[in-house]
């Protein structure tokens, strides 16, 4: 992709608040930006879901939920 359309759709991420743009102190310009998903319902996605999509279409959803992602819910989805 060209980094206009990249930064079009980071931006339009961030707006939204899915996305969070950190800039370290000390950087005098923003290439050393680092980006990452402030939404817990999207981080909890690509940490436990995507991952795991092979057991969730074989069925083995609840198994998964029970042993990798319930422990961890409260982190992701504020507390119960």
Not at 38 to 56: A, C, E, Y
């Amino acid at each position: 992709m060209q980094t206009g359309t990249v930064i079009f759709y980071l931006n339009n991420l961030i707006r939204v608040g899915i996305v969070i743009k950190e800039v370290p102190l000390d950087s005098v310009n923003n290439k050393k930006a680092i980006y990452s998903i402030h939404d817990g319902l999207f981080r909890f996605f690509f940490k436990f879901v995507r991952p795991n999509t092979n057991m969730i279409n074989l069925e083995q959803g609840k198994r998964v939920l029970d042993y990798l992602g319930k422990p961890y819910l409260s982190v992701y989805m504020g507390s119960e």
